[in-house]
């Protein structure tokens, strides 16, 4: 009996597409942007006009039909759901989904809600954001989070705010980095003794999630555990 292969895209085994800011930073293990990073294959594609400032800084103003059409193109070429390189990008949730008509998560920020329903009564869930200054509830409320959840960014640190937004250089001082993520997480923490959970905004931020639970000893979601969660639906794994 012969075996007939379904046809009708132009990639095949890479289910998952991920549309890229244009940036020229250093992505170590760990980003989104490092293909290394994911254990399965994926597909990029970077849209034109996206820089980290006008997406962060400004709302990704006027950028709505470039990411529409780079995600169209991704699932022409065969994604069957489609992500994006910032968590800033929650705006464009509902637009993308409908345009592109395949299951898409534009933002870690998905997760607030789920990470809520595991915490105990009093415990609640907070962000780390690249941009404090920029994070608003529009942002939040279109991810599905609430509104009033207790959030803090990287603008004051040394480092990683200043390569990943304003785009100061290349080259990443990771340790510097990493020292930016602690102590935004700890000044969190601090302010908000009832933060039981957190989840990173910026999908540049896994890298450092394992040192961040490591030091505040609450659990960290990010943009990794959205997606290879998100995978697993995708191609469910098989048991004999």
Same mark, same amino acid.
């Given at each position: 009996?012969?075996?007939?292969?379904?046809? &009708?895209? +132009? /990639?095949?085994?890479?289910?998952?597409?991920? @549309?890229?800011?244009?940036?020229?930073?250093? %992505?170590?293990?760990?980003?989104? &942007? #490092?293909? &290394?990073?994911?254990?399965?294959?994926?597909?990029?594609?970077?849209?034109?006009?996206?820089?980290?400032?006008?997406?962060?800084? #400004?709302?990704?103003?006027?950028?709505?039909? #470039?990411?529409?059409?780079? $995600?169209?193109?991704?699932?022409?070429?065969?994604?069957?759901? /489609?992500?994006?390189?910032?968590?800033?990008? +929650?705006?464009?949730?509902?637009?993308?989904?409908?345009?592109? *008509?395949?299951?898409?998560?534009?933002?870690?920020?998905?997760?607030?809600?789920?990470?809520?329903?595991?915490?105990?009564?009093?415990? %609640?869930?907070?962000?780390?954001?690249? +941009?404090?200054?920029?994070?608003?509830?529009?942002?939040?409320? !279109? $991810?599905?989070?609430?509104?009033?959840?207790?959030?803090?960014?990287?603008?004051?640190?040394?480092?990683?705010?200043?390569? @990943?937004?304003? *785009?100061?250089?290349?080259?990443?001082?990771?340790?510097?980095?990493?020292?930016? /993520?602690?102590?935004?997480? %700890? %000044?969190?923490?601090?302010?908000?003794?009832?933060?039981? !959970? @957190?989840?990173?905004?910026?999908? #540049?931020?896994?890298?450092?999630?394992?040192?961040?639970? $490591?030091?505040?000893?609450?659990?960290?979601?990010? /943009?990794? +555990?959205?997606?290879?969660?998100?995978? $697993? &639906?995708?191609?469910?794994?098989?048991?004999?």
């Amino acid at each position: 009996m012969s075996t007939v292969a379904a046809g &009708g895209k +132009s /990639i095949y085994g890479a289910p998952l597409g991920i @549309l890229m800011l244009e940036t020229r930073f250093a %992505r170590i293990p760990g980003d989104m &942007g #490092n293909a &290394g990073t994911w254990p399965f294959p994926v597909l990029f594609r970077v849209v034109k006009g996206a820089d980290p400032k006008r997406v962060v800084l #400004n709302q990704a103003a006027g950028l709505l039909p #470039n990411f529409i059409e780079a $995600a169209q193109e991704l699932v022409h070429l065969g994604a069957e759901a /489609i992500t994006t390189n910032c968590g800033f990008l +929650s705006l464009f949730q509902k637009e993308l989904a409908e345009a592109v *008509g395949v299951p898409v998560a534009t933002s870690s920020l998905i997760q607030v809600p789920w990470v809520q329903a595991t915490l105990p009564p009093g415990k %609640r869930v907070g962000v780390v954001t690249v +941009s404090g200054k920029s994070l608003t509830p529009r942002h939040l409320e !279109a $991810a599905g989070a609430p509104v009033d959840t207790p959030f803090i960014g990287t603008e004051d640190g040394r480092e990683f705010f200043r390569v @990943l937004i304003m *785009g100061e250089k290349d080259d990443l001082d990771v340790s510097l980095a990493e020292q930016d /993520i602690l102590d935004a997480g %700890r %000044r969190l923490l601090r302010a908000h003794p009832e933060i039981g !959970a @957190l989840v990173l905004e910026c999908t #540049n931020m896994p890298p450092y999630a394992k040192a961040l639970q $490591a030091a505040l000893g609450v659990p960290v979601y990010d /943009i990794y +555990s959205l997606i290879t969660w998100w995978h $697993a &639906g995708l191609r469910p794994r098989g048991f004999a």
